[in-house]
T-cell receptor, first 113, second 115 residues
Framework: QKEVEQNSGPLSVPEGAIASLNCTYS??????FFWYRQYSGKSPELIMS????GDKEDGRFTAQLNKASQYVSLLIRDSQPSDSATYLC?????????????FGKGTKLSVKP | SAVISQKPSRDICQRGTSLTIQCQVD?????MFWYRQQPGQSLTLIAT?????????ESGFVIDKFPISRPNLTFSTLTVSNMSPEDSSIYLC????????????FGAGSRLTVL
């Protein structure tokens, strides 16, 4: 059974701090990794995708991938109250169809003003 | 990204009944995906809807329970049949985004409550 694990949280950080969200996955051959943000009552929206080991930066967001450790993380710098949401880690199901993603249960982030 | 319209947005259903969820996309797409998000659980892929062929179901999901139609390249329906309270969930339609391979765009979801 392929799995994606996340700490459910809630993770609480003060405004302006760095929020660090972590994810591990079980399928060693996975190649594509995604972070989605889901506000309460809304559908998930893509934050970042990462395919190679190392860091990928986009504005205040940095995704980090370590395939040897089967570990993906998302750093949010200068956290804002508007970043308060559930963050879902997703891994492309290797051998499955395009769009077949395995999601973690999500980490709930709360940014306090 | 594609714009996806889903309806109904929410519904309350009686045990034993069936409900059909509709998904309309503003552009032609080869594959459409139906996901389920149960309370406190992760999103789980139910099936991939292909135009012109039978849907492909993931392990644990069967056509009799979740029949899917895909009459054209912009529209799909998912039916939840013979519902029980365990089917209370959010059902999401999604398509691969034009912004990148394997990046999904989701519809707003259909929140079903089965009494």
């Amino acid at each position: 059974q392929k799995e994606v694990e996340q700490n459910s949280g809630p993770l609480s950080v003060p405004e302006g701090a760095i929020a660090s969200l972590n994810c591990t996955y079980s399928d060693r051959v996975s190649q594509s990794f995604f972070w989605y943000r889901q506000y309460s009552g809304k559908s998930p929206e893509l934050i970042m995708s990462i395919y190679s080991n190392g860091d990928k930066e986009d504005g205040r967001f940095t995704a980090q991938l370590n395939k040897a450790s089967q570990y993906v993380s998302l750093l949010i710098r200068d956290s804002q109250p508007s970043d308060s949401a559930t963050y879902l880690c997703a891994v492309l199901n290797y051998g499955g169809s395009q769009g077949n993603l395995i999601f973690g249960k999500g980490t709930k982030l709360s940014v306090k003003p | 990204s594609a714009v996806i319209s889903q309806k109904p947005s929410r519904d309350i259903c009686q045990r034993g009944t069936s409900l059909t969820i509709q998904c309309q996309v503003d552009s032609q797409v080869t594959m459409m995906f139906w996901y389920r998000q149960q309370p406190g659980q992760s999103l789980t892929l139910i099936a991939t809807a292909n135009q012109g062929s039978e849907a492909t179901y993931e392990s644990g999901f069967v056509i009799d329970k979740f029949p899917i139609s895909r009459p054209n390249l912009t529209f799909s329906t998912l039916t939840v049949s013979n519902m029980s309270p365990e089917d209370s969930s959010i059902y999401l339609c999604s398509v691969v985004s034009r912004s990148g391979a394997n990046v999904l765009t989701f519809g707003a979801g259909s929140r079903l409550t089965v009494l």
